[in-house]
Nanobody, 118 residues
Framework: QVQLVESGGGLVQPGGSLNLSCVAS????????MGWYRQAPGKQREMVAT???????NIVDSVKGRFSISKDSGDNTVYLQMKSLQPEDTAVYYC????????????WGQGTQVTVSS
């Protein structure tokens, strides 16, 4: 089992920046992929960025060049650096972890709200 706790959401003006953090606990040695997903009101949850235990990154085209993902050397914390935020980035951002293999069980954090508004 893995527990995930996100932090760093909030209200920011268009063009601003926010950094999200997600700390994993439990069976962290089993984690193979960590990442961030988001869900805007009335929309399906979508992948934003993922990073494997080997450091391979995958970032959705709509945020490339504005968002970046990283993890600490201990592999229990993943970060999402968000720049040039736009109103369409407003959503609840969820941390995700996949264990044992890239197709293994998924775990989710409780989500953190990001609101981009003037």
């Amino acid at each position: 089992q893995v527990q995930l706790v996100e932090s760093g959401g909030g209200l920011v003006q268009p063009g601003g920046s926010l950094n999200l953090s997600c700390v994993a606990s439990g069976s962290i040695s089993s984690i193979r992929v960590m990442g961030w997903y988001r869900q805007a009101p009335g929309k399906q949850r979508e992948m934003v960025a993922t990073i494997t235990s080997g450091g391979e990154e995958n970032i959705v085209d709509s945020v490339k060049g504005r968002f970046s993902i990283s993890k600490d050397s201990g592999d229990n914390t993943v970060y999402l650096q968000m720049k040039s935020l736009q109103p369409e980035d407003t959503a609840v951002y969820y941390c995700n972890a996949v264990i044992f293999s890239v197709l293994g069980p998924n775990y989710w954090g409780q989500g953190t709200q990001v609101t981009v508004s003037s």
